[in-house]
């Protein structure tokens, strides 16, 4: 049986029986499209001839083709395991050879997040300098307000914004709805983003399922283009290092936590489904925590 049929079929279980999102669904057919290069190079034509040798092979293939660091290797092992697996339970195999290859170890970098002074630049910039100033300055302060994911913020719509309780209904991985609470500095910026300058980009679309941020062309954000927005800003701020929207995601964590937030209501704000994941926060908090212990502790 073809292997791209395969592909294709297991691409369809994620997307619809496990209601992974187009994106995650997408990364996983682009680590086996590498996978499937891999087999054609060495005339493996069946998965079945698969084996531990075989599977180390593919690994140094993807360090010296694609220059994969062990985190990536070890996203497209994942990867294979989890398309082994779903080839298990369809009957087109009865082992999964990719359990046996032990994932790479590497330390786990530390978030990185911005400092209150870069904060303070982003949050303050004059964004009524350029047409668009006020949508990206919406799109700033959302993200640190709700410490949402980039692909949460641009699938977002205006109904999914209750300005009267000042909740948002995000939609995260897996298709698995969460409420986070949106500040009065950033409600009121996206409510007057959402009056005066996105009827100017598509008029009389202001309506619940409309998208709610738009390119000047009026068509929707993607992934990319907040990442570049937010960038830009960065740049302009005068702040040297990269900034993602990621970083504003990490800055919100860190904020919460060092103001004294709770490590679960923190979990759920973020949308973790495992607790592991928020504890790396706590890594970067810890001069705060120095600080405390010198102030508090009588033996210090």
Sequence with gaps: MDIEFLINNFIVHLTFQKNFSPHTAEAYRRDLAQFKEFLSINDISWVSDMDNITGRKFIIFLEQKYGNNH?????????????WKFLQYSGHQKSNPWKKISLAKFLHKLPSH??????????SYDFSTYKLGLRDQA????????GIRVSELFTLKIGDIDFHKNEVLVTGKGSKERIVIIGKKAKKIVMDYINHVRPELVPKLNHRNATLFLSYKGTNLTQRSVQRIIKDIALKCGISKLITPHTLRHTFATELLDGGADLRAVQELLGHSSLSTTQIYTHVTKDKLRKVYLQAHPRA
Excluded: D, Q, W, Y
């Design 139 to 146: 799109i700033v302060e959302l993200l640190f307000a709700t």
């Design 71 to 83: 985190r990536s290797i070890n996203r497209k092992i994942s990867t294979l395991r989890s398309f």
């Design 114 to 123: 911005l400092l209150p002074e870069e904060l303070e630049k982003m949050l």
